[in-house]
């Protein structure tokens, strides 16, 4: 069951990569929109990572 969850999120983000790549050479109106949907959760997963990431080291900015 887990194998196939990946493999669907496999999917779909090289689906997504594909159609930023199309988009950018002139692709349609619908290849374009999911570009802009891919990049946006590209940017959401990125954000909470960075956020995560503070919190998992919170005494790491003080100065020594």
Do not use: D, F
Request: glycine share 18%.
């Amino acid at each position: 069951m887990i194998v196939a969850v990946l493999l669907g999120v496999l999917v779909l983000v090289a689906g997504g990569c594909a159609c930023v790549v199309w988009a950018e050479r002139g692709g349609p109106r619908w290849a374009r929109v999911l570009a802009t949907v891919t990049l946006i959760a590209g940017e959401l997963v990125r954000a909470s990572g960075k956020k995560r990431r503070r919190g998992l080291n919170p005494g790491s900015q003080g100065g020594e």
